[in-house]
């Protein structure tokens, strides 16, 4: 933690979506590391003023209400900035199907508006938050989130020749699942439980990555502090079966709110519109630009390729895929044992 420390003392940093589970955290943990100022930019007023109650004692943070569709707004906000957190986006797989054109709106012509106004202020370090679907994406969430990630990797790039023409580092971080983040499937799991089922499953072998709120925002500081620029970064998290949390979830919760577990139905309803079976977080073609692969983290460093140019050739022989499907796959035993640990079980 010490060189965390010591990278964002006295920095000036910008989160965008700041009041989301993402963003919310990296204000929370940033704070420890006494940096000047922190501007949390979001355009959702409620969680502001929430996010303000609980931190109301930091006179370093300022709460910026502001959309990432607006560049002016941008500019202003951006200015003087030393680090950007770019969080915002639209996230929900099925209302990013119904919505097309607003997740355009948020996640690429927004991010293309954060990128422009990072380089215009001069911005040391820039990392963008993605997303496992990006990778042979079928959603529009997924292919929306993979343009962005397109757009902030190559957000420094000039022309061939000159191949980098900004100062500003733009990376990203690529993860799974956030365990108990908002929206996701374990709330919505201990609220069906409560009322006494059905719990509603999409399939029996559907498997997913996660990761706790603490190893994701871990990761976001960490390639914030030892990015060098046009880098992926991308955790190596544990994978389970839905249907295994399901039934963990049920045998622990139920009796606890005064059911018995046996009288829990789990009612399957189908995969919805633009689901996947399993993830991916790196793909055959994604493979072959791997600069590090160890026990915790890889890192993909994407070529500078143009029309006329092409920074290295590809070592085919490299490929390879790391998907949820692979075993092994957590046991309810070690579910219920990580969700005890991160108190995702409580009310």
Not at 9 to 38: A, H, M
Not at 162 to 177: A, D, L, M, P, Q
Not at 266 to 293: D, Y
Request: hydrophobic fraction near 35%; aromatic fraction near 6%; glycine fraction near 6%.
């Amino acid at each position: 933690m010490k060189e965390l420390h010591t990278f964002f003392q006295n920095k000036d940093i910008l989160i965008t979506g700041g009041c989301g589970s993402i963003g919310s955290e990296v204000v929370r943990q940033l704070i420890k590391f006494k940096p000047k100022l922190i501007r949390v930019l979001d355009n959702n007023e409620s969680g502001q003023f929430y996010l303000h109650q609980e931190l109301e004692e930091h006179d370093n943070v300022r709460y910026l209400i502001g959309d990432i569709r607006d560049k002016k707004r941008l500019q202003l906000a951006v200015k003087g900035v030393d680090i950007v957190f770019h969080a915002a986006a639209l996230k929900h797989v099925p209302l990013c199907e119904y919505h097309p054109y607003e997740t355009v709106l948020s996640n690429v012509i927004g991010t293309q508006n954060i990128v422009e106004a990072s380089r215009e202020a001069n911005v040391d370090t820039f990392i963008g938050i993605s997303t496992d679907k990006v990778v042979n994406p079928i959603n529009t969430m997924g292919a929306s989130k993979l343009l962005s990630e397109k757009l902030i990797i190559n957000g420094a790039l000039g022309d061939y020749e000159t191949k980098y023409n900004y100062r500003t580092k733009f990376s990203c971080v690529r993860f799974g699942n956030v365990l108990n983040s908002r929206g996701s499937v374990i709330p919505t799991f201990k609220l069906q439980i409560k009322k006494g089922g059905p719990v509603t499953l999409t399939h029996p072998d559907m498997t997913r990555f996660f990761m706790s709120l603490q190893d994701a925002v871990n990761l976001v500081l960490r390639s914030a502090a030892t990015t060098t620029g046009r880098e992926i970064f991308i955790l190596k998290m544990r994978k389970l079966k839905i249907s295994d949390l399901a039934e963990s979830m049920i045998n622990n919760l139920a009796s606890k709110y005064g059911h018995n577990p046996a009288d829990i139905k789990i009612r399957e309803i189908g995969i919805r519109p633009g689901e996947k079976m399993h993830e991916l977080l790196m793909n055959k073609e994604e493979s072959v630009n791997v600069i590090r692969n160890d026990d915790k983290i890889i890192v993909i460093k994407p070529n500078f390729i143009s029309p006329t140019y092409s920074e290295k050739s590809i070592n085919l022989s490299a490929q390879q895929i790391y998907s949820s499907e692979e075993e092994p796959h957590l046991t309810q035993d070690e579910i219920i044992e990580e969700l005890k640990s991160q108190n995702a079980l409580d009310d």
